[in-house]
């Protein structure tokens, strides 16, 4: 399917400086800042400055230098953030089943306790 991207959607707000945010790390093809309702002691999101709507529309149309510098980033990041020692989980939601808030592909890096189990069985 083809993605429609929103460039109304909050963290391309964020991406054109309109809102603020706390920056964790800048290159030339990815942001990373602080997620403002922190699920965990340590919670980023990267996101790649491009139009992107979810993870399959990057990886499949971005080009290979955003891709490279976008997942780099997320090393960079887990590495900053001083969570390689005691583990991490990343997390890229999309669309409907994967209940993503914000239409713009992020990437959560989530660590600094144990996070329990990958999902929550429903009903
Ligand atoms: P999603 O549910 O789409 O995977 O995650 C969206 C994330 O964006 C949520 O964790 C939410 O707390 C975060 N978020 C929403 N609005 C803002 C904002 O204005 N600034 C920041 N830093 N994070 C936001």
Do not use: M, W
């Given at each position: 399917m083809?993605?429609?991207y929103d ?5 391309a707000k964020?991406l054109r400086?309109?809102i ?6 800048e290159t ?5 800042f602080r997620d403002?309702?922190?699920q965990a002691p340590?919670?980023?999101l990267?996101i790649p400055?491009g139009?992107?709507?979810?993870y399959?529309?990057f ?7 955003e891709?490279?510098?976008?997942n ?6 887990v590495?900053?953030?001083?969570l ?5 989980r990343?997390i890229s ?9 914000v239409p713009?592909?992020?990437?959560h ?6 996070l329990?189990?990958m999902?929550q069985?429903?009903g």
């Open positions: 083809a993605y429609t460039d109304q959607n909050i963290f964020i400086g309109e603020p945010n706390a920056t964790v790390l030339e093809h990815t942001l990373a403002i309702q922190p340590i919670h980023v990267v400055k139009p992107y709507v979810c399959d529309h990886v499949l149309e971005a080009s290979d230098a891709i490279v510098d976008f780099r980033a997320v090393g960079e990041v590495k900053a953030e001083g390689q020692a005691g583990g991490y990343i939601n999309a669309g409907e089943a994967g209940v993503q808030e713009h592909l992020h990437v890096v989530l660590g600094g306790r144990v329990g189990r999902l069985r429903a």
